[in-house]
Each structure stands twice: as C-alpha cells, then as structure tokens.
C-alpha cells in the first residue's frame, strides 16, 4: 500500500496518509446523492469534494481536529463537542478510519452523537481497520502514531445497537482490495500456514437510525 506522511504540527507529530484514499471512499460517496452528509475527521477535504462534484450530495459538513493545510473547506473542530452541540441534522454520518483513534468512552460517545444528528432514516457510516488482515493486525495499524486501539465490527455492531441504530449492512470491504485470482491464492495460502484468516484491511457497518 502507498502511503504519504505528513506533519500536524499542533502536536508535532506525523501521520500516516493513504495515496490510494479517494478510490476507497467511492463506495460511499455514491451513497450520499442529494442528502446532507458529516463527515468526521475529514483531514483533507477530498471526500466533500467528490460527494459534491461527482455524486451529487446536497451539502457536505467536514470537521477535522487538525485540518489539512491544503484543505480550506474542512472545518476545524473536535469532533464529540461538535456533535454534542450542532443544531445540523444529516442525512448521512461518515466515519472513515475514526474510531480507532479514541479509545471506547470516547467511540461510545460518537455513536451517540452520530444518532443525535441524524435523521430518522439516516445512515451512520463506520469504516476502520480490519485486524483480521495479517499485515493491518501486525504492521499498518501500529505505525499510525494517533491510534489509540482496535475496534472489531462485532463490538461495533453491538453498541450502535445498544445506541438505537438498525445494523443494515456490515462485512468487509473487498471492493477496495486488489481481486485478482491469484493474489486471492496466495492469500488463501497464507491463511492456512499461520491458521488466521486473511481478509480485506477494512472493514465497514452502514446502519441505520430508525
């Protein structure tokens, strides 16, 4: 995987940047034609550009504790104070690769802000590293510096319920893996040598508020 690494220099230190990020992101965006969309933790402000540009979102909110430089349109903003206090509702909440940077008292209390500022019918969209995926579990969720822990989409699934959300979908994302047949058997191949299974290095729950 190409990543690029850059400075946030109110805290002085590096993170982690996924080159391949706005081909990831597609899936979703297509999901965001004519709803108003939160996107947490935006950094840059690719996503708010391709759901307007491409794929037709009605308004698109981006907030980031630490906004790009380059990004003009994200806003800066701790993500729970924001979601405690807005008077926006949305139709779609985005969370790509956010919760594993708070540890649960924290993620618990961005489900329940998710849910507040939602509307009925909304979608809360959750991606995060799938520690199912050798080379994610053993490498490339440890080198990001601002991780605080893994999230697993079975404890995910259960608190978004717990937090009033309907689980509509939830598995991994293989659309964002390389498919080709014989990258699937050296994958299967691997899974049976060290007896974990391989999978996609995300994961992802669209649930819904009733």
């Given amino acids: 995987m190409k990543n690029k690494v850059r400075r946030v220099s109110e805290v ?35 996503f708010r550009n391709m759901c ?14 630490y906004p790009h430089a380059e990004s003009k349109n994200v806003i800066k903003a701790d993500l729970i104070p924001y979601l405690k206090s807005t008077k926006k509702k949305f139709d779609v909440v985005y969370a790509r690769h956010i919760l594993e940077h708070f540890y649960e008292d924290d993620a618990v209390e961005i489900i329940k802000g998710a849910y507040r500022v939602l509307r009925s019918g909304g979608q809360f969209l959750i991606i995060v590293p799938n520690m199912k995926n050798i080379a994610v579990a053993m490498c490339d969720f440890w080198r990001e510096f601002e991780h605080k822990r893994p999230y697993m989409i079975h404890g995910i699934s259960i608190n ?34 060290v007896g974990i299974p391989y999978e996609a290095p995300d994961v992802y729950i669209r649930a819904v508020k009733p």
Wanted: with cysteine; glycine share 6%; charged share 30%.
């Fill in 12 to 46: 002085n230190c590096y993170l982690v940047e996924d080159s391949l990020s706005e081909f990831k992101q597609i899936k979703y965006a297509r999901q965001c034609l004519n709803k108003d969309v939160l996107e947490l933790g935006a950094g840059k402000d690719t």
């Fill in 52 to 65: 307007l540009e491409k794929y037709g979102a009605k308004s698109v909110v981006s907030i980031d504790r």
């Fill in 160 to 193: 978004i319920r717990q937090h009033g959300f309907e689980v509509a979908e939830a598995g991994q994302a293989v659309d964002t893996w390389d498919m080709a047949w014989y990258k699937q058997v050296i994958r299967k191949m691997r899974e049976i040598i």
